[in-house]
């Protein structure tokens, strides 16, 4: 009797084979013949499940986008279970900024997905959409975590903008220096980073 193969596990295995070559050697490897060899398909296998390269990618972007933004909520809704400007408050809001980080295995590689088809999308506008979609989605909870931290005037609606392109902007400078330089920038600096950061707030005290 022939195995039943299930759909939607076998793309998945397209996919964590495309995120093994976006972070071992980049996106511009990550053609339908190479990532058949990294998962131990043959070429008309993953044909079955994307039509092309740019079908699988785009997927691939999306599947990121969604692992990332699903963490984010789930550390978001962790952050309003504790009271205002408690050390759980400030634990859980350190927990939530780490997911954009590097600071394990899995994280890192989703970084490196992350970034790498943000990046493409600036030449590539097959990934516009998708990356259009990833912006929109971590600055939805990063404007939420700023009203949280911050309910009167920094959450008001004419600074809120501000403040959250300027918290996206420090993640993003610590995602890449995390990357690039793994030695210097290690879990324990990126959370002192961040304190620093968020000492804006009154809710989170600046550490020491």
Not at 53 to 79: K, N, P, Q, Y
Not at 127 to 149: D, M, T
Not at 161 to 173: H, I, K, N, Q, S
Request: with cysteine; proline share 4%; aromatic share 6%.
């Amino acid at each position: 009797m022939p195995k039943i193969v299930d759909a939607e596990a076998r793309r998945q295995e397209v996919v964590q084979a495309v995120f093994r070559i976006i972070a071992s050697d980049g996106l511009e490897r990550a053609s339908l013949r190479e990532v058949a060899d990294e998962a131990g398909l043959a070429v008309g296998s993953v044909r079955h499940y994307f039509s092309s390269s740019d079908e699988l990618l785009v997927f691939s972007f999306g599947t990121a986008i969604d692992r990332i933004t699903a963490r984010l909520e789930a550390a978001l809704d962790t952050v309003r279970d504790h009271a205002a400007g408690s050390p759980e408050r400030h634990a859980s809001v350190l927990n939530l900024l780490g997911q954009f980080l590097p600071l394990d295995e899995e994280s890192a590689v989703d970084a490196c997905v992350w970034m790498a088809f943000r990046h493409a999308a600036r030449i590539n506008p097959v990934f516009a959409g998708e990356a259009e979609r990833s912006h929109r989605s971590v600055a939805a909870v990063v404007g939420q975590l700023i009203v949280l931290l911050s309910p009167g005037e920094a959450g008001a609606p004419q600074n809120l903008v501000t403040e959250a392109e300027r918290l996206l902007a420090t993640l993003d400078g610590l995602c890449m220096h995390a990357l690039l330089q793994p030695e210097w920038m290690t879990a324990e600096m990126c959370s002192d980073v961040l304190t620093a950061h968020l000492a804006v707030f009154d809710a989170v005290p600046a550490a020491g």
